[in-house]
Antibody, heavy 121, light 107 residues
Framework: QVQLQESGPGLVKPSETLSLTCTVS??????????WNWIRQSPEKGLEWIGY???????YFNPSFKSRVTISVDTSSHQCSLRLRSVTSADTGIYYC?????????????WGQGTMVTVSS | AVRMTQSPSTFSASTGDRVSITCRAS??????LAWYQQKPGKAPKRLIY???TLEGGVPSRFSGSGSGTDFTLTISCLQSEDFASYYC?????????FGQGTRLEMK
């Protein structure tokens, strides 16, 4: 059974880059069948899908984030990473990684516990 | 983007009640619709996918219906552990989008 765990700094300064990792266990991060998604939750905007990566197919992003976001996979550490550039207070929220499957990459069957990020000077 | 609108936003109910939450999509999403339950401090947990398929291990008092633009989550006999927030989400169109949530509270 796949398990996910997010980690990263809880505080980021405005205009800087938010960097988070999601450690995958119980399944292969390079699997053709798995899609690794990032999702954000905030009181203002609710749940927002940021984007995903599949090791074979590459990435796909929400247009709302596309100009600022990078998602990558590190096979040696079994981690998926999110980088969000030029952050503002509007990027404050809980960030989740979640797994989707081939055919329905946006159908999230496994979620990490989430990590809270605050953007503040 | 497909806008997902849930109603009601908040609902007060008692254990044993039958509860229905509706979700409307601004355009058709076929049956690419999931329902999640979220408790305070926890990640969302998938209850139903493909509009009506129950996730393994989820009690049978939960059911989902609908297709196209109109969907319903029904809890047939509310238990104390069901007081939580519920979200619908479409995964038929990019970008994937969620409803604003329904908070189910104890009357």
């Amino acid at each position: 059974q796949v398990q996910l765990q997010e980690s990263g700094p809880g505080l980021v300064k405005p205009s800087e880059t938010l960097s988070l990792t999601c450690t995958v266990s119980g399944g292969s991060i390079t699997s053709y069948n798995y899609y690794w998604n990032w999702i954000r939750q905030s009181p203002e905007k609710g749940l927002e899908w940021i984007g995903y990566i599949n090791y074979s197919d590459g990435t796909y992003f929400n247009p709302s984030f596309k100009s600022r976001v990078t998602i990558s996979v590190d096979t040696s550490s079994h981690q998926c990473s999110l980088r969000l550039r030029s952050v503002t207070s509007a990027d404050t929220g809980i960030y989740y990684c979640a797994k989707g499957a081939r055919g329905t990459p946006g159908n999230f069957d496994v979620w990490g516990q989430g990590t809270m990020v605050t953007v503040s000077s | 983007a497909v806008r997902m609108t849930q109603s009601p936003s908040t609902f007060s109910a008692s254990t044993g009640d039958r509860v229905s939450i509706t979700c409307r999509a601004s355009q058709g999403v076929s049956s690419y619709l999931a329902w999640y339950q979220q408790k305070p401090g926890k990640a969302p947990k998938r209850l139903i996918y493909a509009a009506s398929t129950l996730e393994g291990g989820v009690p049978s008092r939960f059911s989902g219906s609908g297709s196209g633009t109109d969907f319903t989550l029904t809890i047939s006999c509310l238990q104390s552990e069901d007081f939580a927030s519920y979200y619908c989400q479409q995964y038929g169109n990019y970008p994937y989008t969620f409803g604003q949530g329904t908070r189910l509270e104890m009357k």
